[in-house]
DNA sequence: TGTATTTTATTTGTCGACAAAAATCGCCTT
DNA sequence: AAGGCGATTTTTGTCGACAAATAAAATACA
């Protein structure tokens, strides 16, 4: 017999664990753009997808929209958060500066245990690379940065530095077939690079090797839109 | 005859009212510690205290767990977030570079209309120092700084500072005593030098002026801090 | 008397239903 | 035929109630 039978089938699902359900699964698929930028969120859909209330799903949501997320005007629908290209300066500030406080504070504040941690991202972010699959970068590279952010030991700047990985995640998943050439071994020298500077608790050097490797991650996007001509995707 | 009935008494609220009230008085409550850290929050007493339903004061409540000013631990009571008194210099961190950030943009990127805002809060400031109203010093420096980080337009970075000035409010409130001496008027001056370089779009002077701001202001809690015998309060 | 176990009580998470707002559709008037 | 007006439908916000999970109290036992 299969093993999907316990009494009767899988109803069961533990107290407070259906929130957490359907945030994360939302969340990843807001990031992936399996629900694109202005999707609209049907909130009975949802609940029938899930078999379960109205009330887990808007609660849900509500955390959704704290992060921005999701857009959600009152008494109307509520949609997926569109990316604001026209003020992307505005992003690529914030990215090249969290990029480079979280790496100087990792190589100021990190732990034995917190190098272990990185190392194992960056071999999952260099494994996709050598898999050649895009999407697998995209989100390893993120874990990896995070991973760096989290030695760093400041929840303020982890939790700024998150959300635009996030936002970085959307934006990278918009043009990702054009991370299939060289650059991304590149990126995984430069991480090397990051991780030894890092151990070595060299903070001036993290903070350049930082700087540098942002900006040509900001670079490589801005020559993205270039390319593929700005806006190819509904405002 | 009074203006306060209509047709019974006066339970109509408009329909998506009810959480933003909920919401924007709890949080006032919790930054000005009419509720101190670690109160516990009651759902079925905020219910018959705002005569309603226990579903929009989940909403709020939820809305300000995301913020990480109530902390909620599952199927159990949840309470007004701790102020983490041992990693304060995570938080010093964090508010002396984004002093500095905001400032500095706002130097760059700041528009006539935006002066006219700035200019206003500094007199609303000025005038709780002159009427030594510690309270609304505390509120309207905030207010102050909150301004030119709208000024520099990056909403990344003014929505972390916003967090940190919130927590600041909380920190400061709880040593607002002290504030009885002549710093306050040292602050006013710095505040109207910070306009003055702000305006004239020195993006380095900002820089600079807001560094030693920030840390001034460090300097002054830690020297509350010594002087009170750190912990005062329950964890 | 102290400790373990059962019982009670309190509080949270979830549900189904109802009511208010908008949006959509249909009808009427000009 | 076009546009305005009213009715219907859809979707959201709110409510009261119930059940699970935990804490507190009461009881039993050594």
Redesign the interface.
Known sequence: MSDSDTSNSMPERK??SGVKVVYDLLRDEILDLVLPPGSPIDEVQLAERFKMSR?PI??AL??LA??GLIDTL??RSTMVANINFL?LH??F??LV?MYR?TTR?AAQHHRPEDLEVIRARQAEFAAAVRAQDALAMIATNAAFHSAIAEAG?????T??FN??LDEGRRILRLYYQSYDDRLPQRFVDEHEEMIAVIAARDAEAADRLARAHAEQIVAQIQKLFARTGRLDLAL
Do not use: H, Q
């Not at 030991?153 to 700047?157: A, C, E, G, K, V």
């Open positions: 107290r407070g009330t808007r609660e509500v955390r704290g992060e009152p008494n003020n505005t992003f500030d914030a500066l406080v504070l030991r400041n929840p303020y700047f939790g700024l959300r635009l």
